[in-house]
């Protein structure tokens, strides 16, 4: 198992990526920090059995990534546990379409602070716990949107170029204690939001793919666990493209 004796922090992970993530770093033997915003017995439940079939223990957080005061209180939870942290997975997140003159202000503000300003707030905090461990690895959902031009992308693509760029420069930074960063950016992928887009957008992107076909959420999940793991020790501050030869 390529995360045993490790933990992992995983944001997001009630759905989608994150939960895909969630259930591949369990399978590979990483105790897992699960944060999501609101608590549920459908989630509980979903936790339990996971952690009973793979013998992991699987710690739910719970805090809205929209409210700065509140990510403060999960990263003090999280902390309070006195656990090593090894990995940190930012997938917590939120997608909006709208052409660029019909982009208002509030609502570029408001994917910012979710897509970017919260990861920057909640990685800080970890960041600094792993750095009295001197090793780690950041893992950053980004997304083919921030890395190529889309009409109706405008607040999206933004949010997500900037959480690259911030990659770089946390790997920049953060080399000298031992802590990787890098991202990923999947293209579109078999989530809600694939439900969510509208159906011409929706193929229009898959046919401009090499491979011709959505991505399975576990496949992102899977360079997730890449990254996370030992076997891309050398590898930081890069963004590994999950999209199916959409950006060749």
Do not use: H, W
């Not at 369990?26 to 609101?38: L, P, Q, S, T």
């Not at 999280?78 to 930012?90: C, E, G, P, Y």
């Not at 509208?198 to 959420?217: T, V």
Request: a neutral charge; proline letters at 1%.
């Amino acid at each position: 198992m390529l995360l045993e004796q490790k933990t992992a922090v995983i944001t997001g992970c009630n759905r989608g990526i994150g939960k895909a993530t969630l259930e591949t770093f369990a399978e590979n033997g990483a105790d897992i920090f699960a944060c999501v915003r609101e608590e549920s017995d459908e989630f509980t439940d979903v936790m339990t059995k996971l952690a009973a079939e793979t013998g992991v223990t699987i710690t739910p957080v719970y805090f809205d990534f929209a409210e700065s005061e509140q990510i403060k209180v999960g990263i003090k939870t999280i902390i309070s546990f006195r656990k090593q942290i090894d990995i940190l997975v930012n997938n917590a997140g939120v997608a909006s379409g709208s052409f660029f003159q019909m982009t208002s202000l509030q609502d570029l503000k408001q994917l910012f602070e979710i897509n970017f300003f919260s990861q920057i707030l909640f990685t800080q905090g970890i960041s600094r716990y792993m750095s009295r461990f001197k090793t780690g690895s950041i893992i950053n959902i980004a997304s083919t949107a921030g890395l190529i031009g889309n009409a109706g992308m405008t607040s999206y693509g933004s949010s997500k170029a900037a959480l690259i760029f911030a990659t770089k420069t946390m790997a920049t930074e953060l080399g000298v204690m031992n802590i990787r960063v890098n991202a990923i950016a999947p293209s579109i992928t078999k989530t809600d939001m694939f439900d969510q887009m509208e159906k011409k957008a929706r193929d229009k992107l898959i046919e401009s793919s090499a491979l011709k076909r959505p991505a399975e959420a576990a496949e992102v999940a899977n360079a997730v666990l890449f990254l996370a793991s030992d076997l891309s020790s050398f590898i930081t501050g890069q963004v590994l493209r999950v999209d199916g030869g959409l950006t060749i």
